[in-house]
């Protein structure tokens, strides 16, 4: 019986199938991703993925910050009280929420790299739309938007992480908080100089363009090797493998590339296997309650330092000449940033890189879990330390250490992570996570803007409390990744 070129072919592939999937001749040299990964070692490939990948957090510290800086502009153009200042903060990170697990979902479906690209699409293109929104309705929805695209931006840390060998991960990543230090910072300082010269729409467009070219620079970058053998694709995480050894002046293990292929994509239920079920449990808690305290440090310091609540002082504040206006006095407390509150800004913005040699040296030799437990004790102590009477040096000192607090916090438990989970969910259980880290974010407004006004001494309470129930559960973290291999399915 005679076969059409059309089953030769079909043939032919099976066989090739067939072929791919047999076991490697008995005495044949094997190796795994892991032992890839740990032989190439680090290298030039590895200082390019940390500066571009790493630029991700300029660009996400630009948006998220950019509300901290405009707020005060949109109040006094559309002539809005406090809630509903406080409810733009809210929308952005409720739009970070939803997207966080979808797009963890789709990137351990379709990728990292695709899912990345899509999200700074997505952020530059409503980022830009914000700038022309002609009403308050308009800015909170295009806000929610841009806060939807900057959560895949997640995967950057992800690909980073994925790539670096065992021994470099708890150096390399918490040296990322630079960037975002850096973005933070670039927002402050444009900010200052923009805002009372062209106004806050230029701000937004010009805070858009490190995005748009980030983007252009992202075809350097290839795929997650270990996503493709995840998938099943091996050749491709051979092909990228041995480009990074080239880069590197490394030479390849000897054998062939032996993982488990086309494991599923992550799944919600696999969150809740018994394996992981207690794990991601106090992960999530973490989450919540490290974002709950570092973006309620970030609102308070506004507050403390505009309307003087310290020690319950019913002495009016000083304000700036620049808000000191008709529009200052108004029920809608209209007040603009003047060159005083811009340089407190960049006072305790720069906090956020104090303790990161101390933050890298525990991370490294106390481990993720005591770690944490220590930074989030520690935080707890200094919200309580904020209600000390005391000179405004030492209120912008408390609120320096804070700031270096929270952002350990959050160092150590991305690393924890994307550490603790398996490739086939790391992207799910990272982006379920900064779901729950973002709720957290939406209740900090309210409790910083509105209940810190009525109650100082309360609200002060409530933040030290939630650290307290943040340090418990890292300290009681069922597993300890320091030094350990990333698991790729479980």
């Known amino acids: 019986m005679t076969t059409t070129p059309k089953e030769a072919e079909n043939a032919v592939g099976l066989e090739e199938i067939h072929t791919e999937r047999q076991e490697p001749p008995r005495g044949q040299k094997t190796f ?16 390019v993925l940390f500066l571009i990948m790493g630029s991700t957090g300029v660009v996400e510290a630009m948006e998220i910050m950019l509300i901290a800086v405009v707020s005060p502009l949109i109040r006094c153009e559309w002539q809005l009280q406090d809630w509903q200042v406080a409810l733009v903060t809210t929308m952005v990170f409720f739009g970070y929420t939803v997207f966080s697990i979808v797009l963890g979902l789709l990137a351990d479906r379709y990728g990292r790299w695709k899912i990345l690209l899509l999200s700074f699409l997505w952020a530059s293109y409503f980022s830009l739309l914000t700038s022309f929104a002609p009403s308050y309705i308009w800015f909170v929805f295009l806000r929610a938007m841009v806060g939807g695209g900057v959560a895949g931006h997640a995967q950057g840390l992800i690909i980073k992480m994925e790539f670096l060998p065992t021994k470099y991960r708890g150096y390399m990543l918490p040296l990322s908080q630079v960037f975002w230090l850096a973005g933070s910072l670039l927002i402050v300082g444009l900010a200052s100089v923009v805002n009372p010269t062209i106004g806050w729409r230029w701000l937004i ?5 490190p995005g748009i070219l980030l983007i252009l620079v992202f075809k350097f970058i290839p795929e997650s090797a270990r996503y493709n053998v995840s ?4 050749a491709a995480a051979l092909a990228t493998l041995r480009k990074i050894a080239k ?5 390849m293990p000897e054998g062939v590339l032996r993982e488990p292929t086309k494991e599923r994509g992550g799944r919600f239920k696999d969150l809740i296997h018994p394996k992981y079920l207690r794990t991601t449990l106090q992960i ?9 305290a570092y973006y309620g440090v970030i609102l308070a310091s506004a507050e403390l330092l505009e309307r003087d609540l310290i020690c319950g002082s019913t002495v ?22 003047g060159p005083a509150a811009y340089q407190t800004m960049i006072i305790s913005t720069v906090g956020e890189i104090a303790l990161n040699p101390l933050n890298i040296l525990g991370i490294n030799f106390l481990g993720r879990r005591l770690s944490l437990c220590v930074t989030m004790g520690c935080t707890a102590l200094f919200f309580l330390l904020l209600n000390i009477c005391t000179s405004s040096t030492g209120t912008t000192g408390f609120l320096f250490m804070l700031r270096a607090l929270v952002s350990a916090n959050f160092n150590t438990i991305y690393i924890y992570t994307a550490e603790v989970y398996p490739t086939t969910m790391r992207a799910l259980g990272m982006g379920t996570s900064g779901s ?4 957290g974010a939406m209740v900090a407004p309210f409790i910083s803007q509105v209940l810190m006004s009525a109650s100082f001494i309360g609200a002060l309470c409530l933040f030290s409390s939630v650290c307290i129930v943040c340090a418990i559960s890292a300290f009681t973290l069922p597993i300890e990744t320091k030094g350990r291999a990333l698991q790729v399915c479980i």
């Open 32 to 47: 795994t991703m892991q032992e890839a990964v740990e032989t190439i070692g680090f290298g030039r490939f590895h200082i």
């Open 205 to 209: 467009r010009i805070a858009s363009i």
């Open 316 to 337: 009016p504040p000083v304000r700036d000449a620049v808000g000191d206006s008709e529009e200052s006095h108004s029920p809608c407390h209209c007040r603009l940033f």
């Open 231 to 234: 998938t099943g694709n091996v």
């Open 436 to 439: 729950l880290c973002r709720v």
């Open 247 to 251: 880069m590197n002046g490394a030479t």
């Open 284 to 292: 999530w808690i973490i989450w919540l309650g490290i974002a709950f």
